[in-house]
């Protein structure tokens, strides 16, 4: 019995590109004592695995060694067990890679619930929802009545960062790049206002829902959204930087905004990433879960086929063309 897994055998220079990787074909190994053999069913294509592939070692994860499996997260079931936490049987769900079977000592490993779909597991209680929540409520710490922005906001993080607001009591903007995009996010996310940012009359349009300017900022992309959102931002306002998906995959990164700026409106800026934060994955989850029973967050997720398709499918993220959250089903 085999399993096929895709290794990151050469650095991205600007764009990723096919020649990065490498799929192999291996033997299912068995556990050791203490550890679990994981049958992938589903994996999460993400942003945040453009810098795992960088050789920047001052980061805030790792980069994924050269020969190493692509680093991903995903859902499967424990197959063959030697560790107690997960017999065999549970659904789990962890960083355990561009692969169809992983080995674990369970460190990585949380059990989720099997009655839930897996598209809803990675969409909300995933990746996306635990750094949507965190940003919003750790970082922004929202108050009815102001007004929250956010960038790539039909992208999975977006889309639940302004729910989350919504149901807050909060004016939300959405900031994408699609008119499909900006139609769902106000027609079926209730979101106050999309824009999108490809439009000549992006800042007129800016001004015009925000007239009582921007209390509350979470920036996912950079790019030339960013500093006309900043100009209209309050004094005291507050910045949650998540990403820069616009500057990722280039030589150098656009200039930001102006110090000056940030002093005169004397705002609050503050860059996070979840691996800080991964000890409240169960708080996190727990609070997730239950706003996805209540019907207070809706997600949509665009999935591909079978991991062949998974490198290609990166590059969905950083062109576009993704609808929702993007998921590898196996």
């Keep these: 019995m085999s399993y096929r897994s895709i290794k990151l055998v050469k650095r991205p220079e600007l764009e990723i590109t096919e020649d990065l990787f490498d799929m192999v074909t291996q033997a299912i190994p068995q556990p050791s004592e203490g550890e679990v053999l994981v049958k992938l069913t589903h994996l999460s294509l993400d942003p945040a695995m453009r810098g795992w592939m960088s050789p920047d070692e001052n ?4 980069p994924v060694k050269l020969g190493d499996t692509m680093r991903a997260s995903g859902i499967g079931e424990v197959v063959a067990s030697e560790n107690d936490k997960f017999p065999v049987g549970s659904r789990v769900m962890g960083l355990m890679g561009l692969t169809e079977y992983a080995l674990s000592n369970g460190d990585n490993l949380n059990q989720i619930p099997k009655e839930l779909p897996a598209e809803a597991i ?18 922004l710490k929202p108050e009815a009545g102001q007004t929250l922005i956010v960038t790539a906001a039909a992208g999975s993080v977006g889309s639940l960062v302004g729910q989350m607001a919504k149901n807050k009591g909060l004016t939300v903007i959405g900031v994408a790049g699609s008119d499909e995009k900006c139609q ?16 000549a009359d992006f ?8 007239p009582n300017g921007i209390d509350l900022f979470f920036e996912n992309t950079g790019g ?14 507050r910045i949650a930087v998540c990403g820069l998906i616009a ?7 656009a200039p930001g905004p102006s110090w ?34 209540k019907g207070e967050l809706k997600y949509r997720a665009h999935t591909l086929k079978g991991l062949e398709n998974a490198t290609s499918g990166i590059n ?6 993704n609808q929702g959250k993007l998921i590898v089903e196996l």
């Design 59 to 62: 980061s805030y994860i790792p």
């Design 122 to 139: 990675l969409s909300v209680i995933a990746l996306p929802g635990i750094t949507a929540y965190h940003g919003v409520f750790e970082v």
């Design 184 to 199: 769902w996010l106000t027609s079926e996310l209730g979101f106050d206002h999309a824009i999108n940012y490809k439009d």
């Design 203 to 210: 800042v007129e349009q800016l001004h015009n829902a925000t």
């Design 224 to 237: 030339t959204a960013q500093g006309p959102i900043f100009d209209r931002m309050n004094p005291h306002g």
């Design 247 to 253: 500057d990722y995959q280039k030589a150098e990164p």
């Design 260 to 293: 000056v700026g940030i002093i005169k409106r004397r705002l609050t800026i503050q860059g996070f990433t979840m691996p800080d934060h991964f000890h409240r994955i169960p708080e996190y989850g727990q609070a997730l879960g239950g706003m996805l029973t």
């Design 316 to 321: 969905m993220l950083f062109e576009g063309k």
